[in-house]
């Protein structure tokens, strides 16, 4: 398709394409597996084989909704992401406990669910914990597995992993109303095997803490966890926050943030040895759905999550509030509409990297206990202060002169210009350089793109590409449909948002006494003062 004309542009020779660095990465890794197969003397098929032979996968039942297209046919990925609490097996009961009167048991519980959702245009990402004690509604299910049945009932959201993941997953579409295409569980061994697989973990605890349940011990600092340690640190309720699984949503996410930000180092992901052992172990680790269940579909899952850099992956916990029925338990608090309504819409909490109010933590709360509200402070910049170039990617002669006098005539800079794009392009993007969010945010705005069309460049200013997804028109086709928001207020209030490129938070140590040790009640760090001969869970 011919590029539109608007204005003359003179031709210059092109440099190639730069290759993005992600992909660069990707090949890298690939390259790797390559050597690593053919260096064995055609044991490459051998190691496909294996891989694939070690994914255990089960259906899905249709429950979990479909994904929306975007406007260029691209959809976004949900997954739930379930930690079982099971002691299917006697590696299971070794870890968890609590076999000795029943020996290797059948049936499990979701102790940890994740929500977890890539962008249509893969360029961010929300994990969302579920409270394991939230009440709802679980749907008639069965487990075409066991034979477990339910005709529904009203109970705590972790018990519908007994009649199988097709089942949690129908629950937290239910409850939810987010698309979910996939699910990937991992067993208390499965945590184990992936935190040795990735060359440990390294975390960071806000004081001495002494878990007498869970056994995780660490002293006040850093510390690089693996195998068992691991699993102690994210199993712990009763050492942060509350000592409830609210708390825990807050220690896992910066576990997870850490594991996210060592299997994307550079250090992890060229090493042939590392990418195997990473591989070996994931595929031994988890169950998936048939979705997913064979090697090339789990590299392109990895693929799709490596494209989204860290700071636009943004961890969140659901918003509760105490059941009226039982105040040990939650059901869903205000808020929480808000944020599932952005992830099924797949608008993303985090834009911008200079815009705090989509990473602020919001004020929650145990006792008074606060963290940062989001902020919100970044306030629009006037119109009149913004110039735009505007390029037609379009097939439409004199869109980007159309779009450009749009703005001038809504108060926007005299500067701003119309020109042809370089090359077509199928979908509009807003690309701004540094700094330069909130005059983004403005422009968005004025024309009715949605959030998901903004990009962050290196250049400096506002470059507007008209695409073939805008062939008419003042504003963005659907524009009342999904705005860009001016902030993320309602989505994270009360979410104890955060972000994984956050290395320097530490778990918040709770102040309470949630534990017990020798039948007296201790906060977690008094535990740690009194149990002085018990050994550490890590150095």
């Avoid at 003179?10 to 053919?38: E, F, N, S, T, W």
């Avoid at 807003?430 to 968005?444: F, H, K, Q, S, V």
């Avoid at 990009?455 to 470059?463: P, S, V």
């Avoid at 008209?466 to 009360?494: L, N």
């Amino acid at each position: 398709m011919s590029v539109g004309s608007d204005r003359p542009v003179g031709r210059r020779g092109r440099r190639a394409k730069p290759v993005p660095r992600g992909r660069r990465v990707l090949r890298i890794i690939g390259l790797c597996l390559v050597v690593l197969v053919l260096g064995t003397a055609g044991a490459g098929w051998w190691f496909y084989d294996h891989l694939n032979d070690n994914i255990n996968s089960v259906p899905l039942d249709g429950r979990g909704g479909t994904e929306k297209a975007d406007s260029s046919g691209r959809t976004p990925v949900n997954i739930l992401v379930i930690g079982s609490d099971g002691r299917t097996s006697e590696a299971d009961c070794r870890l968890g406990g609590g076999c000795s009167g029943t020996g290797v048991q059948s049936g499990s519980n979701a102790d940890v669910e994740l929500v977890v959702h890539i962008s249509a245009d893969r360029s961010n990402a929300t994990v969302m914990s579920i409270p394991r004690d939230t009440m709802t509604r679980i749907p008639a299910c069965r487990d075409s597995a066991t034979g477990a049945s339910t005709p529904g009932y009203y109970g705590q959201i972790n018990s519908a992993l007994r009649y199988g993941p097709s089942c949690q997953v129908a629950t937290v579409h239910q409850l939810t109303g987010i698309p979910v295409d996939h699910f990937v569980k991992l067993d208390f061994a499965g945590v184990v095997k992936m935190s040795d697989a990735v060359g440990g973990v390294s975390v960071c605890v806000s004081d001495d803490v002494y878990d007498t349940y869970s056994h995780l011990k660490l002293a006040k600092g850093d510390h690089m966890l693996k195998g068992v340690a691991a699993l102690e640190f994210v199993r712990s309720r009763h050492g942060f926050g509350d000592g409830s699984d609210l708390g825990r949503t807050l220690s896992q996410h910066i576990f997870l943030g850490a594991v996210i930000r060592k299997v994307k180092s550079a250090g992890t992901l060229t090493d042939p040895t590392a990418v195997y052992r990473l591989a070996d172990a994931a595929t031994r680790a988890v169950t998936v759905d048939e979705g997913l269940g064979s090697v090339k579909k789990l590299i392109a899952l990895a693929a799709d999550v490596n494209e989204v850099p860290e700071r636009r992956i943004t961890f969140v916990t659901m918003q509760t509030k105490p059941d009226p029925e039982d105040r040990d338990r939650v059901v869903v608090g205000e808020g929480a509409e808000s944020l599932f309504t952005s992830i099924a819409d797949d608008r993303s909490l985090t834009p911008g990297p200079g815009d705090r109010t989509r990473a602020g933590a919001a004020t929650d709360s145990a006792e008074g206990s606060t963290t940062p509200e989001p902020t919100a402070t970044a306030s629009a910049v006037p119109a009149s202060g913004i110039a735009v170039s505007v390029e037609n990617g379009t097939g439409v002669s004199g869109r980007a002169a159309a779009v450009a006098a749009t703005l001038t005539a809504d108060g926007f800079s005299s500067g701003t210009t119309a020109v042809n794009a370089p090359r077509p392009a199928a979908t509009t993007t807003l690309t701004y350089g540094p700094g330069r969010w909130d005059e983004a945010r403005t422009t968005a705005a004025a024309l009715g793109l949605p959030a998901s069309r903004l990009r962050e460049g290196a250049r400096d200013g506002l470059t507007l590409v008209i695409g073939d997804d805008w062939p008419s028109g003042d504003r963005y086709p659907g524009a009342t449909a999904s705005p860009a928001p001016a902030d993320a207020a309602d989505e994270v209030s009360h979410a104890h948002a955060s972000t994984a490129d956050q290395a320097d938070t530490c778990a918040e140590v709770s102040r309470y006494r949630t534990v017990s040790l020798d039948g007296v009640a201790l906060t977690p760090s008094q535990a740690y003062a009194r149990a002085g001969d018990e050994p550490d869970s890590a150095p």
